[in-house]
T-cell receptor
Framework: LAKTTQPISMDSYEGQEVNITCSHNNIATNDYITWYQQFPSQGPRFIIQGYKTKVTNEVASLFIPADRKSSTLSLPRVSLSDTAVYYCLVGGMDSSYKLIFGSGTRLLVRP | EPEVTQTPSHQVTQMGQEVILRCVPISNHLYFYWYRQILGQKVEFLVSFYNNEISEKSEIFDDQFSVERPDGSNFTLKIRSTKLEDSAMYFC???????????FGEGSWLTVV
């Protein structure tokens, strides 16, 4: 399973765009990149998943460069309720049995 | 939106007691999982389950742990003789297929005293 590296914490203000970058230098050909959000005392919540280029849904965008060795989760116009831990995970069809969570990025959105 | 549901939300038990945590996965999902998160630590994989048998388990999932799908809807995690270090939030999760997104429940907070 590819190891991921992301910043431990980030601060932002309401209304700003937040970009969280994750490094996954050893990503395998069949690996997908998935981001989860976790609030305190709650289960991880799926945000977005992608393989290459750009993926966008109603919550976020995911940018993946051609070499796929990193990815950036973009949260447009964050609000206080976006304060949470964000996890970047990498895995393919063979590895989805066990998502390996890192420490994640603790995002604090200030008023 | 379909969701994974877990009961109880919180359980306090004495050391050495047996605990069963229950989960109802999303109805059309075929793969089921248990994860745990000790307070302030990472989310850790425990076990995956498919076709009525364990697919993979971690080192944490020792002989004190077992899983079962007793009927068509429930998926349970049993801890035979709880220890203080079993205190954690336990998350059930499910996915439609092995390569699909895994959806998590809200967790069962277990406190062993």
């Amino acid at each position: 399973l590819a190891k991921t590296t992301q910043p431990i914490s980030m601060d932002s203000y309401e209304g700003q765009e937040v970009n969280i970058t994750c490094s996954h230098n050893n990503i395998a050909t069949n690996d997908y990149i998935t981001w989860y959000q976790q609030f305190p005392s709650q289960g991880p919540r799926f945000i977005i998943q992608g393989y290459k280029t750009k993926v966008t849904n109603e919550v976020a965008s995911l940018f993946i460069p051609a070499d796929r060795k990193s990815s950036t989760l973009s949260l447009p116009r964050v609000s206080l309720s976006d304060t949470a831990v964000y996890y970047c995970l990498v895995g393919g069809m063979d590895s989805s049995y066990k998502l390996i969570f890192g420490s994640g990025t603790r995002l604090l959105v200030r008023p | 939106e379909p969701e994974v549901t877990q009961t109880p939300s919180h359980q306090v038990t004495q050391m050495g007691q047996e605990v069963i945590l229950r989960c109802v996965p999303i109805s059309n999902h075929l793969y089921f999982y248990w994860y745990r998160q000790i307070l302030g630590q990472k989310v850790e994989f425990l076990v995956s389950f498919y076709n009525n048998e364990i697919s993979e388990k971690s080192e944490i999932f020792d002989d004190q742990f077992s899983v079962e799908r007793p009927d068509g809807s429930n998926f349970t995690l049993k801890i035979r003789s709880t220890k203080l270090e079993d205190s954690a939030m336990y998350f059930c999760a499910s996915s439609e297929d092995s390569g699909n997104t895994i959806y998590f429940g809200e967790g069962s907070w277990l406190t062993v005293v």
